[in-house]
DNA sequence: TCCTATACATAGATTATCTATGTATAATAT
DNA sequence: ATATTATACATAGATAATCTATGTATAGGA
């Protein structure tokens, strides 16, 4: 299935922090995690990650170093902070509460079971 | 809560589209209920739902008609179309693989329990 | 030696939504 | 009667997230 792009819109900021606090990453890295972890509907550009990583390492939300492979090539690692993790908090909150209240404006209880 | 706009992103389509599989409904009324059903969640804008109606007008998704009120009011309804009701379906489709797929970003398997 | 995958980066386009504003009428309060 | 507020539709321009396109550079395999 090809899902509308602007459905993405926000939610990619989340994913990207969940998937440093399982531990640091480097961006093409999170890139090919996202594709494989969903089954190709996330497909993330490069020209979407680094910007989004750019602005979150101002925010404070992560951090980043440089380490280099046996192979000489050097890479950019990512690592959340405690900042970072706070975010993440308030963004699945925040999620979730929207995914409910998507489901009760489509599936609106009757009035007699309402609070 | 106040949830990041960036969220709604697409998914105002499809709660449109299943507000008017109800029945026909004028823009005000759309926006009430929106806010109603949601907590206020979703307080949309005229600026937002208006262009969106006429977007789907164009698209065959809705058609829309004049209606009286009794007060002399003019208002503006709208009622989904068999072409309507079938973008309906595709989106809360693609709606509910979007959501899956963030989960396994979110919550990836470990590899012994994969398919 | 050439091609592909890796790796990071930026500029500009696209699009959904918002803010701001405008017009007009009905209902309510003073 | 008059003023205010809610209703009702509408458009223009701003904002922000993502995309497309492009660039640079290196590693690894054919």
Redesign the interface.
Known sequence: ?N?????????YG??IL??LKEREKYGYQMIN??AL???D??KMKEGTLYPILHSMEKQGYVESFEKKTDGGRVRRYYRITKKGLKALEE?????K???S??N???E?KPLESRG
Chains 1, 2 share one sequence.
């Open positions: 299935m899902i509308d792009k602007s459905l993405l819109s926000g939610s989340m994913m969940s998937l995690e996202l972890r969903s089954d509907t996330f963004k699945k909150a925040m999620w509460e929207y995914l209240k998507v009760a404006v489509m609106p």
